[in-house]
């Protein structure tokens, strides 16, 4: 895998997680990076492996303190870190923990590679990932992903999907949603006008126009129109949606709708759907815990007991054990 530079590595770090929000993970006080570095060697040296250490350690330094752990351990012992780890760990726990020492943005780019690799597409990582990422962290993104696997994300998801949903993809992979906080009213009711005339106002449907502004408007403008769509059409747009696409088109663009009203709830119904039934999507799992932890999992985890009565710890203890449990409670409870 090629690497990104430390200067870069440590930009996209600190651009990722400040954003607003409660955040479970935060930067450690008195932080020395080369005292952590020698827990490291000394829970992965000789016969098998002090997993609690780790635990503890990772689970209590943000992101950018980790990378600075990962170069003083190389510079100490002439070894890399994840190499290391990966050695030592195994199953979900190897994962959890080398996510958590992954830059955040060279993390997305890993996941959407995961995501059209091999046999099968996994949609829901690829909707998740492009409808959360602000149009600076999609083309940095972009740019990780071709330094890390040499093809294009845009081509690699040209090859793994089709149609309209395609179509989606590559608009949401451009990066050039407008990202003005500003709502126009009058550009509002014009565009609801078109969307009800493109869609219920009509037996068809033009899916280009409804593409066309669910992933250029911003998100404030969007759910000003989806209220003046409301006056006109008297039923909101999911159902206009639910009416006029199927598949994975259809959540893309209801994955939109939810993130226009509500951040929180678009993460706690992720969760609540990965950790429903016999089989959890531990992926899923896994990409919410590490990528939110220092943006608003204090807020997702609120958000998730009040919609389904029961704690996300409870629930991550359920589908969960090991080692790789303790980590992910760690980590959603500092």
């Known amino acids: 895998m090629k690497c990104t530079s430390l200067v870069l590595i440590f930009f996209i770090a600190r651009n990722t997680v400040n954003g607003q929000g409660s955040p479970t993970v935060r930067s450690a006080n008195g932080f020395n990076p080369v005292k952590d570095a020698a827990v490291l060697q000394k829970a992965m040296k000789g016969f098998g492996t002090d997993e609690t250490s780790i635990i503890e350690l990772f689970g209590r330094r943000s992101n950018e303190q980790r990378l600075e752990i990962e170069k003083s351990f190389k510079t100490a012992y002439g070894k890399d870190l994840v190499d290391e780890l990966k050695s030592e760990l195994s199953g979900k726990f190897e994962d959890t923990i080398v996510a958590l020492v992954t830059p955040s943005l060279q993390f997305y780019a890993n996941e959407l590679h995961d995501a059209v690799a091999g046999m099968g597409t996994d949609e829901e990582a ?26 294009s994300l845009e081509s690699d998801l040209k090859g793994d999907t089709s149609g309209q949903f395609q179509r989606l993809c590559v608009s949401l992979v451009q990066g050039n ?39 250029t408007r911003s998100f404030p403008q969007l759910t000003q129109i989806f209220k003046e769509y409301e006056k006109i059409s008297e039923h909101n747009i999911e159902s206009a949606i639910n ?11 209801s994955a939109i709708i939810e993130w226009s009203k509500s951040k929180v709830n678009f993460f706690v119904d992720r969760l609540q759907n990965a950790l429903t039934g016999y089989f959890p999507n531990h992926k899923t799992l896994i990409r919410i815990i590490v990528s939110r932890s220092e943006v608003d999992l204090g807020d997702i985890e609120r958000g998730f007991f009040n ?25 959603a409870s500092n």
């Open 177 to 215: 949603r407008n990202e003005n906080p500003q709502v126009d009213n009058s550009t509002a009711v014009t565009d609801a006008i078109a969307l009800f005339e493109a869609g219920a106002g009509q037996p068809g449907s033009d899916p280009d126009l409804f593409n066309s502004i669910l992933v």
């Open 126 to 151: 690829i909707i998740e990932i492009l409808v959360a990422l602000s149009n600076s962290d999609v083309r940095t993104v972009s740019q990780l992903y071709q330094q890390t696997y040499g093809n």
């Open 307 to 331: 919609k389904t009565g029961k704690s996300l710890e409870s629930s991550i203890k359920d589908a969960t054990s090991g080692d790789y449990r303790d980590i992910l409670l760690l980590v």
């Open 243 to 253: 009416e006029k696409f199927s598949g994975w088109t259809k959540a893309g663009y």
